[in-house]
């Protein structure tokens, strides 16, 4: 794996039209590969994740979907850990062109609260003030 770190790994993003099309990605977002070993289509298949989204699309595993010098999903499946982190560096309309950080992982904290009319009343009433100002 030591030496993966030192290299540039770009993959190319598909599937994007199956769920959120392309509107989660966005060059320098930070997004995870987590390999789908279960995944009946495709036994390479590498899923990729954006935090609070979900699935937003797959490596590329085909060589009708995957852009000319980037790795597919075959080829990197045994080189990388079991989720990593993937940055977005080329959108076009069709593509999207990744690099890959196989030593590093993405860690999100989601923290939902709820809070009762009264506080949800104070708080409106000093927005709507900052807002009148």
Same mark, same amino acid.
């Given at each position: 794996?030591?030496? !993966?770190?030192?290299?540039? /790994?770009?993959?190319? %993003?598909? *599937?994007?039209?199956? @769920?959120? *099309?392309?509107?989660?990605?966005?060059?320098?977002?930070?997004?995870? $590969?987590?390999?789908?070993?279960?995944? %009946?289509?495709?036994?390479?298949?590498?899923?990729?994740?954006?935090?609070?989204? *979900?699935?937003?699309? @797959?490596?590329?595993?085909?060589?009708?979907? /995957?852009?000319? *010098? =980037? $790795?597919?999903?075959?080829?990197? @499946?045994? $080189? !990388?850990?079991?989720? =990593?982190?993937?940055?977005?560096?080329?959108?076009?309309?069709?593509?999207? %062109?990744?690099?890959?950080?196989?030593?590093?992982? /993405?860690?999100?904290?989601?923290?939902?609260?709820?809070?009762?009319?009264?506080?949800?009343?104070?708080?409106?009433?000093? @927005?709507?003030? $900052?807002?009148?100002?």
């Amino acid at each position: 794996m030591e030496q !993966l770190v030192d290299q540039d /790994l770009y993959i190319t %993003i598909t *599937g994007t039209h199956h @769920y959120f *099309g392309m509107s989660p990605f966005k060059v320098g977002n930070f997004l995870s $590969l987590v390999k789908e070993p279960e995944n %009946i289509f495709d036994e390479e298949a590498i899923a990729v994740m954006a935090p609070v989204i *979900g699935k937003v699309g @797959y490596v590329a595993n085909s060589p009708h979907t /995957l852009a000319k *010098g =980037c $790795l597919s999903g075959g080829r990197i @499946y045994d $080189l !990388l850990p079991n989720e =990593c982190l993937v940055i977005p560096r080329f959108i076009t309309q069709t593509k999207i %062109i990744a690099r890959v950080h196989p030593d590093k992982k /993405l860690v999100t904290h989601t923290e939902i609260t709820i809070a009762d009319s009264n506080e949800f009343r104070e708080m409106s009433d000093f @927005y709507r003030k $900052l807002t009148e100002e």
